[in-house]
């Protein structure tokens, strides 16, 4: 027998014990503490705090929005899988439109990627939602262009996009001007559906 | 309209561009090369090519095995989700038994994690398998004690579980005795199921 700790919950209480003890935490308000830890979590790279950015009462929002039922908007197959239901506050819908049947040939037509025009089958979930972009530059762009042209509203938008063509762009863009809606993003290449997923887990309950 | 590249096999174009031009893979052999550039692509850090390690020939057996229809291992929903079937070359099985029914009570019973017991369910698909831990260190030293207790061999172990506890000396202890079977890691708390499922992805088709 290999010696290692057996203890599911045990292992969580160590890893968030070790990620404060290790992360600058200072910078990160209350309503976002445990948002940026599980982000921590799911990356093992306590040096991602300093990459956050987000706007005042962005946790306050997205909880708020959960709390009522909010639908969760999810970019890719992965974010919705790292989801945990039974922390959701409300059933909350879980949403991932990128596999529907019309998705490849609207991204012909529309002359984008399939991973953005999946979006245009959100527009009836919008108002009031969790948007959470865990893969996809191109859809964190392409729901940018949809606010500006009117599309309603989410309450909250999640931007971890990952990579290296348009992931920091797209970011730094949502950063500069939400459209009035708030917002967490981690600047730069990094991001990913673990800690797009982690950061709706953590939002989704006061339980660690 | 914003300004962004709309084409994603120009996005994919440039991304492993910009990666072959920035990280350093002098030490990475032949038959691992495109995994390497699929794992930082999946990460968006180009300095996850220094805590590759790996066995000789590990890239030609995956290789190998897929192509002769060996199924795929994997230890959470996220990672089944991250491979992209269509790359597969022999309609591989991609096989997740963390949901099985049995496991919750299987835990308890033999006191460890849902997703080390899950492992108990991969018995019959062990001998000559690609297996991907993407999330759980239990789950990988739980594949160590099965080993070590006679259980069939897979054809190669991509060891990339991410966090704080477990994650560096599970994988640390997978290279330091493979057991016999090809593996390729990432050193330390880094990992995770995108990483996890791009190596699968890389080494499916030579196609990029």
Same mark, same amino acid.
């Given at each position: 027998m290999i010696d290692y700790i057996r203890d599911g919950q045990e292992i969580y209480r160590q890893s968030f014990a070790i990620i404060r003890a290790e992360a600058n935490l200072a910078a990160i308000p209350a309503d976002l503490e445990k948002l940026a830890v599980r982000v921590i979590h799911a990356c093992g790279m306590v040096d991602v705090v300093d990459a956050l950015r987000f706007s005042p009462g962005a946790g306050a929002a997205g909880r708020a929005a959960l709390a009522a039922g909010a639908p969760i908007l999810c970019d890719a197959r992965m974010v919705a899988e790292g989801i945990t239901r039974a922390r959701l506050p409300a059933d909350n819908r879980v949403i991932c439109t990128l596999n529907d049947p019309e998705v490849p040939a609207l991204a012909r037509e529309l002359g984008n990627t399939r991973s953005a025009v999946a979006l245009e089958h959100?527009?009836?979930?919008? *108002?009031?939602? @969790? /948007?959470?972009?865990?893969? &996809?530059?191109?859809?964190?762009? $392409? #729901?940018?262009?949809?606010?500006? &042209?009117?599309?309603? %509203?989410?309450? #909250?938008?999640?931007?971890?996009? /990952? +990579?290296?063509?348009?992931?920091? *762009?797209? %970011?730094? =863009?949502?950063?500069?001007?939400?459209?009035?809606?708030? $917002? @967490?993003?981690?600047? +730069?290449?990094? +991001?990913?559906?673990? =800690?797009? &997923?982690? &950061?709706v887990n953590a939002l989704a309950t006061e339980v660690e």
């Open positions: 959100w527009r009836e979930h919008l *108002e009031g939602s @969790v /948007v959470v972009i865990g893969n &996809a530059p191109t859809a964190l762009f $392409y #729901l940018l262009e949809m606010l500006d &042209a009117g599309a309603p %509203k989410p309450a #909250l938008i999640l931007g971890f996009p /990952v +990579g290296f063509v348009g992931a920091a *762009e797209s %970011k730094d =863009m949502l950063a500069a001007d939400s459209r009035g809606v708030p $917002y @967490v993003i981690v600047r +730069g290449r990094r +991001g990913g559906s673990a =800690m797009a &997923a982690a &950061a």
